[in-house]
Protein backbone atom coordinates (compact mmCIF):
# COMPACT_ATOMS: atom_id res chain seq x y z
CA UNK A 1 0.00 0.00 0.00
CA UNK A 2 2.91 2.19 0.97
CA UNK A 3 4.75 1.54 -2.10
CA UNK A 4 1.79 2.31 -4.25
CA UNK A 5 1.10 5.91 -2.56
CA UNK A 6 4.82 6.46 -3.80
CA UNK A 7 4.48 5.09 -7.12
CA UNK A 8 1.61 7.79 -7.54
CA UNK A 9 3.31 10.64 -5.78
CA UNK A 10 6.21 9.97 -8.54
CA UNK A 11 3.50 9.46 -11.39
CA UNK A 12 1.61 12.74 -10.77
CA UNK A 13 5.36 14.67 -10.00
CA UNK A 14 6.61 13.24 -13.38
CA UNK A 15 2.83 14.52 -15.46
CA UNK A 16 3.13 18.24 -13.56
CA UNK A 17 6.85 17.87 -14.67
CA UNK A 18 6.17 17.20 -18.50
CA UNK A 19 2.85 19.52 -18.73
CA UNK A 20 5.48 22.29 -17.17
CA UNK A 21 7.97 21.49 -19.39
CA UNK A 22 5.77 21.37 -22.64
CA UNK A 23 4.07 24.95 -21.90
CA UNK A 24 7.58 26.55 -21.87
CA UNK A 25 8.17 24.89 -25.06
CA UNK A 26 4.91 26.47 -26.54
CA UNK A 27 4.97 29.52 -25.16
CA UNK A 28 8.75 29.93 -26.13
CA UNK A 29 8.00 28.75 -29.85
CA UNK A 30 4.91 31.08 -30.04
CA UNK A 31 6.66 34.21 -28.69
CA UNK A 32 4.18 34.24 -25.64
CA UNK A 33 5.09 37.07 -23.30
CA UNK A 34 5.04 36.12 -19.85
CA UNK A 35 2.20 35.91 -17.41
CA UNK A 36 0.90 33.98 -14.18
CA UNK A 37 -0.26 30.76 -14.54
CA UNK A 38 -3.83 30.02 -15.82
CA UNK A 39 -7.33 27.56 -14.49
CA UNK A 40 -9.55 26.46 -17.06
CA UNK A 41 -12.48 28.36 -17.95
CA UNK A 42 -11.40 31.37 -15.53
CA UNK A 43 -8.15 32.08 -16.50
CA UNK A 44 -6.30 34.48 -14.84
CA UNK A 45 -9.32 35.73 -12.70
CA UNK A 46 -7.89 33.85 -9.55
CA UNK A 47 -5.27 36.34 -9.33
CA UNK A 48 -7.14 39.23 -9.23
CA UNK A 49 -9.82 38.05 -6.56
CA UNK A 50 -9.65 39.42 -2.67
CA UNK A 51 -7.95 43.09 -3.85
CA UNK A 52 -8.40 45.87 -6.18
CA UNK A 53 -7.38 44.84 -9.80
CA UNK A 54 -5.05 47.90 -10.14
CA UNK A 55 -3.14 46.76 -7.39
CA UNK A 56 -3.22 42.71 -8.03
CA UNK A 57 -1.99 43.75 -11.67
CA UNK A 58 0.96 46.07 -10.16
CA UNK A 59 1.98 43.28 -7.80
CA UNK A 60 1.68 40.87 -11.29
CA UNK A 61 4.06 43.51 -13.04
CA UNK A 62 6.56 43.11 -10.11
CA UNK A 63 6.56 39.93 -10.59
CA UNK A 64 6.45 39.03 -13.99
CA UNK A 65 8.18 42.40 -15.65
CA UNK A 66 5.82 45.63 -16.99
CA UNK A 67 4.19 44.14 -20.06
CA UNK A 68 2.83 40.63 -19.57
CA UNK A 69 -0.12 38.79 -20.83
CA UNK A 70 -3.47 38.09 -18.49
CA UNK A 71 -6.72 35.71 -20.03
CA UNK A 72 -9.77 37.19 -18.20
CA UNK A 73 -12.09 34.58 -19.06
CA UNK A 74 -10.99 33.87 -22.70
CA UNK A 75 -10.21 37.40 -23.44
CA UNK A 76 -6.90 37.53 -23.69
CA UNK A 77 -5.75 40.99 -22.16
CA UNK A 78 -2.10 42.41 -22.83
CA UNK A 79 -1.12 44.58 -19.86
CA UNK A 80 1.38 47.37 -20.04
CA UNK A 81 2.42 49.19 -17.32
CA UNK A 82 5.83 51.10 -17.25
CA UNK A 83 6.01 54.56 -18.83
CA UNK A 84 8.42 53.06 -21.72
CA UNK A 85 5.75 50.63 -22.51
CA UNK A 86 3.05 53.46 -22.53
CA UNK A 87 4.46 55.75 -24.36
CA UNK A 88 5.23 52.67 -26.95
CA UNK A 89 1.33 52.12 -26.72
CA UNK A 90 -0.10 55.47 -26.96
CA UNK A 91 1.98 57.37 -29.12
CA UNK A 92 4.67 55.82 -31.16
CA UNK A 93 2.24 52.59 -31.93
CA UNK A 94 -0.62 54.84 -31.18
CA UNK A 95 -2.57 53.57 -34.90
CA UNK A 96 -1.92 49.98 -34.33
CA UNK A 97 -3.67 50.52 -30.49
CA UNK A 98 -6.67 53.07 -32.19
CA UNK A 99 -8.96 50.21 -32.25
CA UNK A 100 -10.10 48.64 -29.23
CA UNK A 101 -12.31 45.12 -28.55
CA UNK A 102 -15.70 46.07 -28.04
CA UNK A 103 -17.56 43.92 -25.16
CA UNK A 104 -20.69 42.95 -25.38
CA UNK A 105 -21.59 46.16 -23.22
CA UNK A 106 -19.62 48.64 -24.40
CA UNK A 107 -20.86 47.30 -27.88
CA UNK A 108 -24.38 48.15 -26.73
CA UNK A 109 -23.15 51.16 -24.32
CA UNK A 110 -21.85 53.04 -27.33
CA UNK A 111 -24.12 51.59 -30.19
CA UNK A 112 -21.38 49.68 -31.80
CA UNK A 113 -18.27 52.34 -31.04
CA UNK A 114 -20.07 55.90 -31.98
CA UNK A 115 -18.68 57.30 -29.12
CA UNK A 116 -14.93 58.68 -28.60
CA UNK A 117 -13.94 55.90 -26.20
CA UNK A 118 -14.77 53.27 -28.45
CA UNK A 119 -14.51 54.30 -31.92
CA UNK A 120 -13.03 52.35 -34.20
CA UNK A 121 -9.66 53.60 -36.08
CA UNK A 122 -11.34 55.34 -39.55
CA UNK A 123 -13.10 58.92 -40.60
CA UNK A 124 -15.47 58.41 -37.53
CA UNK A 125 -12.19 58.07 -35.39
CA UNK A 126 -10.45 61.05 -36.84
CA UNK A 127 -13.25 63.68 -36.21
CA UNK A 128 -14.16 62.66 -32.88
CA UNK A 129 -10.41 62.92 -31.78
CA UNK A 130 -10.69 66.04 -33.55
CA UNK A 131 -13.48 67.54 -31.19
CA UNK A 132 -11.68 65.50 -27.63
CA UNK A 133 -8.13 67.65 -28.91
CA UNK A 134 -9.43 70.40 -30.25
CA UNK A 135 -13.04 71.36 -28.77
CA UNK A 136 -13.74 69.28 -25.52
CA UNK A 137 -9.94 69.17 -24.26
CA UNK A 138 -8.43 72.19 -25.52
CA UNK A 139 -7.17 74.90 -22.84
CA UNK A 140 -9.22 77.68 -24.54
CA UNK A 141 -12.07 75.23 -23.62
CA UNK A 142 -11.62 74.00 -20.27
CA UNK A 143 -9.99 77.65 -18.99
CA UNK A 144 -13.55 78.77 -20.20
CA UNK A 145 -14.99 76.18 -17.53
CA UNK A 146 -13.23 78.58 -14.54
CA UNK A 147 -16.61 80.65 -13.73
CA UNK A 148 -18.91 77.76 -14.01
CA UNK A 149 -16.71 75.79 -11.74
CA UNK A 150 -16.46 78.78 -9.35
CA UNK A 151 -19.91 78.93 -9.18
CA UNK A 152 -20.77 75.35 -8.61
CA UNK A 153 -17.81 75.04 -6.21
CA UNK A 154 -19.62 78.12 -3.81
CA UNK A 155 -22.79 76.58 -4.02
CA UNK A 156 -21.34 73.21 -2.25
CA UNK A 157 -19.47 75.27 -0.13
CA UNK A 158 -22.71 77.31 1.02
CA UNK A 159 -24.35 73.88 1.49
CA UNK A 160 -21.72 72.73 3.68
CA UNK A 161 -21.27 75.34 5.91
CA UNK A 162 -25.61 75.74 6.02
CA UNK A 163 -24.69 71.88 7.18
CA UNK A 164 -22.55 72.31 9.84
CA UNK A 165 -24.38 75.24 11.97
CA UNK A 166 -27.39 72.66 11.52
CA UNK A 167 -24.74 69.60 12.49
CA UNK A 168 -25.80 68.02 9.82
CA UNK A 169 -23.51 65.01 8.57
CA UNK A 170 -22.40 65.71 5.16
CA UNK A 171 -21.41 62.53 2.57
CA UNK A 172 -18.77 64.20 1.02
CA UNK A 173 -18.36 61.78 -1.91
CA UNK A 174 -22.14 62.21 -2.81
CA UNK A 175 -21.35 66.31 -2.78
CA UNK A 176 -18.21 65.84 -4.94
CA UNK A 177 -20.04 63.59 -7.51
CA UNK A 178 -22.59 65.87 -7.85
CA UNK A 179 -20.73 68.81 -8.14
CA UNK A 180 -18.62 67.27 -10.83
CA UNK A 181 -21.93 65.98 -12.63
CA UNK A 182 -23.05 69.84 -12.57
CA UNK A 183 -19.70 71.38 -13.68
CA UNK A 184 -19.75 68.83 -16.41
CA UNK A 185 -23.70 69.78 -17.84
CA UNK A 186 -23.27 73.31 -17.76
CA UNK A 187 -19.66 72.76 -19.80
CA UNK A 188 -21.14 70.73 -22.28
CA UNK A 189 -24.94 71.64 -22.48
CA UNK A 190 -24.80 75.55 -21.10
CA UNK A 191 -26.78 74.69 -18.23
CA UNK A 192 -28.47 71.85 -15.61
CA UNK A 193 -31.60 70.01 -16.73
CA UNK A 194 -34.68 69.12 -14.45
CA UNK A 195 -33.45 64.88 -15.46
CA UNK A 196 -30.08 65.49 -13.79
CA UNK A 197 -30.98 62.84 -11.14
CA UNK A 198 -31.85 60.42 -13.55
CA UNK A 199 -29.14 61.11 -16.04
CA UNK A 200 -26.67 61.04 -12.98
CA UNK A 201 -27.87 57.41 -12.02
CA UNK A 202 -27.59 56.27 -15.65
CA UNK A 203 -24.12 57.27 -16.14
CA UNK A 204 -22.62 55.86 -12.74
CA UNK A 205 -24.52 52.53 -13.62
CA UNK A 206 -22.69 52.88 -17.30
CA UNK A 207 -19.47 53.69 -16.14
CA UNK A 208 -19.68 50.72 -13.68
CA UNK A 209 -21.20 48.06 -16.55
CA UNK A 210 -18.05 49.37 -18.94
CA UNK A 211 -15.39 48.74 -15.71
CA UNK A 212 -16.59 46.28 -14.03
CA UNK A 213 -16.08 41.84 -14.89
CA UNK A 214 -19.35 41.19 -16.60
CA UNK A 215 -20.05 37.44 -17.15
CA UNK A 216 -20.57 38.75 -21.43
CA UNK A 217 -17.30 40.46 -21.74
CA UNK A 218 -15.38 37.66 -20.24
CA UNK A 219 -17.08 34.71 -21.93
CA UNK A 220 -18.37 36.44 -25.22
CA UNK A 221 -18.62 33.32 -27.28
CA UNK A 222 -21.10 31.68 -24.45
CA UNK A 223 -24.84 32.44 -25.08
CA UNK A 224 -25.59 30.97 -21.50
CA UNK A 225 -23.19 33.78 -19.66
CA UNK A 226 -25.34 36.56 -21.82
CA UNK A 227 -28.23 34.66 -21.24
CA UNK A 228 -28.13 34.67 -17.04
CA UNK A 229 -26.62 37.53 -16.79
CA UNK A 230 -28.18 41.27 -16.56
CA UNK A 231 -25.21 43.59 -17.56
CA UNK A 232 -26.41 43.28 -21.36
CA UNK A 233 -30.20 44.15 -20.40
CA UNK A 234 -28.86 46.99 -17.94
CA UNK A 235 -26.55 48.49 -20.25
CA UNK A 236 -29.82 48.90 -23.19
CA UNK A 237 -31.59 50.59 -19.80
CA UNK A 238 -28.75 53.08 -19.61
CA UNK A 239 -28.35 53.50 -23.03
CA UNK A 240 -32.09 54.26 -23.66
CA UNK A 241 -32.36 56.91 -20.64
CA UNK A 242 -29.61 58.59 -21.83
CA UNK A 243 -30.68 58.57 -25.01
CA UNK A 244 -34.18 59.83 -23.99
CA UNK A 245 -33.08 62.60 -22.24
CA UNK A 246 -30.45 63.68 -24.99
CA UNK A 247 -33.57 64.06 -27.31
CA UNK A 248 -35.32 66.17 -25.37
CA UNK A 249 -32.03 68.73 -24.79
CA UNK A 250 -31.42 68.70 -28.14
CA UNK A 251 -34.61 69.24 -29.87
CA UNK A 252 -35.43 72.01 -26.91
CA UNK A 253 -31.84 73.23 -28.19
CA UNK A 254 -32.42 73.00 -32.15
CA UNK A 255 -35.99 74.69 -31.63
CA UNK A 256 -34.72 77.44 -29.53
CA UNK A 257 -31.89 78.23 -31.91
CA UNK A 258 -34.71 78.45 -34.65
CA UNK A 259 -36.44 80.99 -32.99
CA UNK A 260 -33.17 82.71 -32.22
CA UNK A 261 -33.88 82.74 -29.11
CA UNK A 262 -30.47 81.02 -27.82
CA UNK A 263 -29.40 83.90 -25.97
CA UNK A 264 -26.04 82.05 -25.26
CA UNK A 265 -22.62 84.41 -24.38
CA UNK A 266 -20.47 81.75 -25.42
CA UNK A 267 -20.98 78.42 -27.28
CA UNK A 268 -21.16 75.04 -25.07
CA UNK A 269 -20.01 72.25 -26.99
CA UNK A 270 -23.15 70.76 -27.67
CA UNK A 271 -23.62 73.82 -30.15
CA UNK A 272 -20.26 72.46 -31.56
CA UNK A 273 -21.51 69.16 -31.64
CA UNK A 274 -24.67 70.89 -33.62
CA UNK A 275 -22.95 72.73 -35.92
CA UNK A 276 -20.92 69.48 -37.14
CA UNK A 277 -24.08 67.74 -37.23
CA UNK A 278 -25.37 70.68 -39.48
CA UNK A 279 -22.43 70.40 -41.68
CA UNK A 280 -22.59 66.70 -42.10
CA UNK A 281 -19.56 65.30 -40.61
CA UNK A 282 -21.57 63.93 -37.70
CA UNK A 283 -25.25 62.17 -37.72
CA UNK A 284 -27.11 62.65 -34.90
CA UNK A 285 -26.49 59.07 -32.66
CA UNK A 286 -23.13 60.45 -32.71
CA UNK A 287 -23.89 63.84 -31.10
CA UNK A 288 -25.62 61.59 -28.51
CA UNK A 289 -23.01 59.01 -27.83
CA UNK A 290 -20.35 61.83 -27.76
CA UNK A 291 -21.95 64.24 -25.50
CA UNK A 292 -22.87 60.92 -23.19
CA UNK A 293 -19.01 59.71 -23.01
CA UNK A 294 -17.84 63.42 -23.07
CA UNK A 295 -19.49 63.66 -19.77
CA UNK A 296 -17.52 60.78 -18.45
CA UNK A 297 -14.32 62.47 -19.61
CA UNK A 298 -15.05 66.18 -18.70
CA UNK A 299 -15.56 64.74 -15.10
CA UNK A 300 -12.61 62.85 -14.44
CA UNK A 301 -10.28 65.75 -16.26
CA UNK A 302 -12.10 68.81 -13.77
CA UNK A 303 -11.89 66.08 -10.78
Known amino acids: MQMEVVYLGVALVSLCAVLLSSRRRRRSAMNELPGPWQLPVIGSLHHLVGQLPHRAM ?4 RR ?3 VLLLRLGEVPTLVVSSREGAREVTKTHDLAFATRPLSATARVLTNGGRD ?3 APYGDHWR ?7 FELLSARRVTSFRAVREEEVAAVLRDVAEAAVATRPVELRACLSALGIDITVRAIMGDRFKERDVFLHALDR ?3 LVAGFNPPDLWPSSRLAGYLSGAVRSAKECRDIGNGILDAIIKERLERTMEGGGGQKNEDLLDV ?4 HKEGKLDMDAVKY ?3 VSTVLLFLHII
Open 127 to 133: QVKKIAV
Open 206 to 208: STK
Open 273 to 276: LLSM
Open 64 to 66: YGP
Open 116 to 118: IVF
Open 290 to 292: VIF
Open 58 to 61: RDLA
